[in-house]
Nanobody, 122 residues
Framework: QVQLVESGGGLVQSGGSLRLSCEVSGIILDDYTVGWFRQAPGRAREGVSFLSGDGTTRYSASAKGRFTISRNDAKTTVYLQMNGLKPEDTALYYC????????????????WGQGTQVTVSS
C-alpha cells in the first residue's frame, strides 16, 4: 500500500521559512518522481517542485531561488525547504508521486498525500 504523509506546514510571517516533509512508503523512490503541489482557495492546483528518481530537480518560476527540494539518504522522505516566504505562497501543499519523469500536470500523479497548510502573514 502506497502512502504519502505530509507534515511541517504552519503559520509564518512574510520572509520566514518552513520545511515541509513527505514521508513515502510502498514505492521505491529510485523509480518515481515526487512532486510538491499547492492549491490556494479558488485556484487550480499547481506544481511547485519536483525530484525525480535519478535526483534531478525542477522548480516552478515562483519557487526557483527560494525553495529547495531534497530527500534523505534512505530515500523515504522528500523535503521542501521554503525560504523567503510571501503571502502569495499561502496554500494547501501536497506531495504526490508518479512513475517516471517530472511533470507539472497534477493529473499525471497517481499517489497523493492529504496535504499540509502553509499560511504566510504579511
Amino acid at each position: 500500500q502506497v502512502q504519502l504523509v505530509e507534515s511541517g506546514g504552519g503559520l509564518v510571517q512574510s520572509g520566514g521559512s518552513l520545511r515541509l516533509s513527505c514521508e513515502v512508503s510502498g514505492i521505491i523512490l529510485d523509480d518515481y518522481t515526487v512532486g510538491w503541489f499547492r492549491q490556494a482557495p479558488g485556484r487550480a492546483r499547481e506544481g511547485v517542485s519536483f525530484l525525480s528518481g535519478d535526483g534531478t530537480t525542477r522548480y516552478s518560476a515562483s519557487a526557483k531561488g527560494r525553495f529547495t527540494i531534497s530527500r534523505n539518504d534512505a530515500k523515504t522522505t522528500v523535503y521542501l525547504q521554503m525560504n523567503g516566504l510571501k503571502p502569495e505562497d499561502t496554500a494547501l501543499y501536497y506531495c504526490a508521486a508518479q512513475w517516471g519523469a517530472p511533470d507539472y500536470d497534477p493529473r499525471r500523479y497517481e499517489f497523493w498525500g492529504q496535504g499540509t497548510q502553509v499560511t504566510v502573514s504579511s
